[in-house]
């Protein structure tokens, strides 16, 4: 009697004898060091999120200084315009000094 | 205290558990690693596959549906991260060998291949590596990870007759490869 395999096409007999060899062939397992490695991956990417709480301090702070300024100005342009009155009224006293031919 | 099911591990991962994380990598890294080896037939790459699967599992924990079961997520995912590191891999084939036809073949020696197995395991590696993607993650989902074929069903998204129709292409690819690879070897063997 002849063996089964020799009734089998050549490609037929390879995968059947692949496969079987594929079932008794151990699971691959990753090295020791990929948990750390994973773990170190996480701990830059909460690293990566710590900067964004920080953006949002920096925003707020940029807001105050905004604001800061806004009310800066506000004041610089308030003043500003009192001294213009001022000057105004002093330069009419000076041209009022000058009017000697009358 | 019973051990948490994976599930409740998932939970606690989406609440930001690293604990929790490491108990489901004990459970599951096997799994990721060996997938993600079988379809990038490199330890290197295969680490790095299974970092950034772990990485995304952290981070989209609390997206995930108890529809299905987690090691169906996680595969998956897996899937998914394998194939786009051989897309990757594929480009920058096409820019270093732009003469090349055929696909670049990496020369995989499974690392728990027993010596007089090796050549054989290498015939059939390199055949998978040629199947296309969808018979290639039925094949490898079947047959190296050994799921049931409704849970490849559920993984890949397609229907139970589907995944048996991906599968009898897959095999015929493969025979068809291996035939190519080894001409003589069957009735080398067989006699």
Known sequence: MQPQNDMKTDGQFELEDALEQLKKLPRATPPPDLLGRIESRLGKVEAKVIPMKQWRMIAAAACVLVALNVTALSNYLNSASQQTAQYDTSSDALISDFQLYE | MPEPNNRELLQDIANGN?????????????????????????????????????????????????????????????????????????????????????????????????????????????????????????????????????QVAEVMNLSLKAIESLLMRAKKGLRNGLTTDYPNRGNATAK
């Open chain 2, 18 to 150: 690293a604990l929790a994380l490491r108990t489901l990598y004990g459970r599951i890294s096997g799994r990721v690693y060996n997938t993600a080896l079988s379809y990038v037939q490199n330890e290197a790459d295969a680490e790095e596959i299974t970092q950034d699967v772990f990485t995304k599992i952290w981070r989209s924990a609390g997206s995930f549906k108890a529809e299905s079961q987690v090691t169906t997520w996680v595969y998956r995912i897996t899937v998914n991260t394998s194939l786009t590191a051989l897309k990757k891999r594929e480009r920058r084939g096409l820019f270093s060998a732009l003469s090349a036809q055929e696909k670049e073949v990496p020369d995989f020696h499974h690392p728990n291949a027993v010596m007089e197995d090796r050549e054989t395991s290498r015939a059939l590696f390199s055949a998978i590596y040629r199947l296309p993607d969808r018979q290639k993650t039925a094949f490898v989902l079947s047959y190296v990870e050994e799921l049931p074929r409704q």
